[in-house]
């Protein structure tokens, strides 16, 4: 069995099957291209569904992040730090808003949507407290 075969085999074997990724096995990355355990190259046009238009390595990012690691790994909003207000000001600057609302997953996101629209609810369309119901499907 190839290499390419015996982790995709693994992967199935061990793995939940709630995707269906390409046959490719990806052992390293450098900007736009990506080498598989085989050693082909291939142009990543998916970069990570837009999430890595930087490229992969980009060593100013990478550097960045090992700065801030080193200092503080994860706080949670518990907490203020020191650069979170920065970085609020900066985002909504660039987006043109008057505040942000950063979060960690897609999941946190939908969250707050729902909230979001719960709220509407009790305050523009005068739904009674305690009585909105929000429903939501795939």
Not at 49 to 67: T, V
Request: with cysteine; proline share 3%.
């Amino acid at each position: 069995m190839s290499a390419t075969e015996t982790a995709i085999a693994s992967a199935e074997a061990h793995s939940a099957h709630n995707y269906h990724p390409l046959p490719v096995v990806v052992a390293s990355a450098e900007g736009a291209w990506m080498t598989d355990v085989e050693g082909r190259r291939y142009l990543d046009l998916l970069a990570g569904y837009s999430a890595l238009n930087f490229g992969h390595g980009n060593r100013r990012l990478i550097d960045a992040a090992k700065a801030q690691l080193e200092r503080v790994t994860l706080t949670s909003r518990a907490f203020h730090h020191d650069r979170f207000a920065d970085f609020c000001t900066e985002l909504a600057a660039l987006c043109g808003m008057e505040m942000v609302l950063p979060m960690n997953t897609g999941a946190e996101a939908v969250e707050t949507a729902v909230k979001t629209a719960r709220k509407w609810g009790y305050r523009v369309k005068g739904v009674p407290d305690g009585l909105a119901k929000i429903i939501v499907a795939s």
